[in-house]
């Protein structure tokens, strides 16, 4: 049997984005964790949509994560405080496919203003079409890695 892929995606409102990705990947198959308006349907503080969605990501209760809010730079900041997230706040499908193949990023950050559901698609794509990390930045990730060892 063929284990489904779990995706926390977290939101502080409803925007269009949002709730595009909300069916874009459930009707996909993917195994969807629901946080802050998405599961609410009312506004919700973005601290906590980012630290919630950053904690299962770490945990490893998801596969990977999607924040978003305003401009994504909050829920961004939130989830980074985590131990073990390397969230990216991107705006297009080509910084999406170069966060996950250079920086091992495993939260995706949107801005719900900027993001068009187009756009939220052609990201989602990009992002889910990466999957393995340029060898070349092992060393790199390795190293932000022992960054996060040594936070108190």
Do not use: H
Request: proline fraction near 4%.
């Amino acid at each position: 049997m063929v284990k489904k892929m779990r995706v926390a995606i977290g939101s502080d409102d409803l925007y269009p984005a949002a709730l595009f990705l909300k069916d874009y990947l459930s009707k996909k198959g993917f195994e969807l964790v629901l946080i802050g308006s998405m599961k609410t349907g009312k506004p919700e503080p973005w601290p906590r949509v980012g630290r919630e969605v950053g904690e299962l990501v770490a945990n490893k209760s998801v596969d990977f994560g999607i924040v978003i809010c305003y401009t994504g730079t909050g829920v961004s900041i939130a989830a980074n405080k985590v131990k073990g997230v390397r969230a990216a706040l991107v705006f297009d499908a080509q910084t999406a496919r170069g966060a996950r193949l250079w920086n091992d990023a495993n939260v995706l950050a949107l801005s719900g203003r900027l993001t068009s559901p187009e756009i939220a698609k052609e990201i989602i794509e990009a992002w889910l079409e990466t999957k393995d990390i340029d060898p070349s930045e092992r060393d790199n990730i390795e190293e932000l890695k022992r960054y996060d060892e040594s936070r108190c």
